[in-house]
């Protein structure tokens, strides 16, 4: 049976579950919404965190995650896919199986490796499947420098690190620079085995809980409306940017990015 065509795309999103609501599936959805999509969430984690850093975290059964992606994906016509956090080997196994069923589209992976306090959040073996599993699938790959340099431990510079990724199968990878000592952020892009492009960005005071998830589901969300990635991942960069200077602090840690700026009403 075909499934009919949405006049709202379908993200499907592979998160896991942040109580404080800064990360994770909230962000997610909220940063789909901004983008005019439907958010299908698949909780792959439960954590115990605050805006400040993660206490702790539990990997849902792999075969629950399978389940729950599946009878989605034989009701709705998804149009993209964004991946964060998966947080076990069997997991990554679980999605590596789905997406391997649906070829056609497109995959944006946030390689959720640490948390915005330094917390790990992957062994080597989730580090391994990621690389081996998720990148061949992969259309854009948004790591930070930090990210990158732990998925490519063997590269000399943020340059060889993408251009590793690259080698291993994504289409497109994207490094952000946020937590480099620079005066301004400069997110580098690299496909076809050379930089694309570099965007520059004003540094913002503080730092933010959920910028990472915000700007990979804004690619997917920009990607499931028909854009191609080159204009995705800028317009995309657009927008959490946005979202970080609107931020605010509510707790007692980092800033949440304030992804319904623009649904505030105007003072005055």
Known sequence: MTAPHSPVPVVMVFS???PSG??????DIESLISQGCHTTPVITTLTIQDTRDISGYTPLDAALIAEQARAVLEDMPVSAFKLGLLGSV???EAVHAILADYPEIPVVTDPVLATGGGTLLA???VIEAINELLLPQTTVLTPNSNEARLLAPEADSLGACAMALLDRGAEFVLVTGTHENTPTVVNSLYSNH???ETFEWDRLEGEFH???CTLAASV???LAQGMEPFSAVHEAQEYTWQ???EGYRIGMGQRLPNRLFWAREEQG
Do not use: F
Request: charged content about 20%; hydrophobic content about 40%; cysteine-free.
């Open 220 to 222: 997917a969300g920009l």
């Open 123 to 125: 062994d080597d073996g």
């Open 90 to 92: 069997e997991a990554i």
């Open 22 to 27: 800064g990360a994770g599936v909230q962000a």
């Open 243 to 245: 979202t970080l200077a």
């Open 194 to 196: 050379r930089l694309i």
């Open 210 to 212: 959920g910028s990472g």
């Open 16 to 18: 896991g579950n942040d």
